[in-house]
């Protein structure tokens, strides 16, 4: 296995459980003595995963497997980075759910195909965070 496909698996691994912490973080909100910081640090270890599993698929050779389609394309930016969580976060569950799901051609598709959404999600989500960055740095450089 090539040193770019290890990474690669190495940061979908990081993606999809940052991704499951960021969920159990939100849904330990409703528990007595719950902590918003819980889940705004679950935030920025999802952005930071996300970010890593996007510069590893770029890191990908052409003709990879895993290469999404449409890799090449620019990414969607939203620009609520909210609703690129998400996208990631349903990404990771499907990602979960055609991994366990019975063996079958079909599954092996589902499998291919949530591969690829996730990577599609997380550099989206990267997209949105550097926007948001430099939409708050002014001319000088500094973050305001």
Known sequence: MSRQLEE????????????????????????PGSNVTTVLAAEVVLDVAAAGLAAAVDDLPDGSSHL???????????GVALVAR???????????TA???DESADADAEAAYAEEQLALAC??????????????????GRLL
Not at 88 to 94: C, E, G
Request: aromatic content about 4%; charged content about 25%.
């Open 123 to 140: 550099r989206n989500l990267a997209a949105d965070i550097d926007a948001r960055q430099a939409r708050h740095t002014n001319e000088s």
């Open 68 to 78: 999404p389609v449409g890799w090449g394309e620019p990414p969607a930016v939203s």
């Open 8 to 31: 690669y698996l190495a940061a979908k691994g990081a993606a999809v459980l940052a991704a499951l912490d960021l969920l159990a973080a939100e849904r330990r909100l409703a528990e």
């Open 99 to 101: 991994e366990y799901a």
């Open 86 to 96: 998400h996208r990631v976060v349903k990404a990771a569950l499907r990602c979960l």
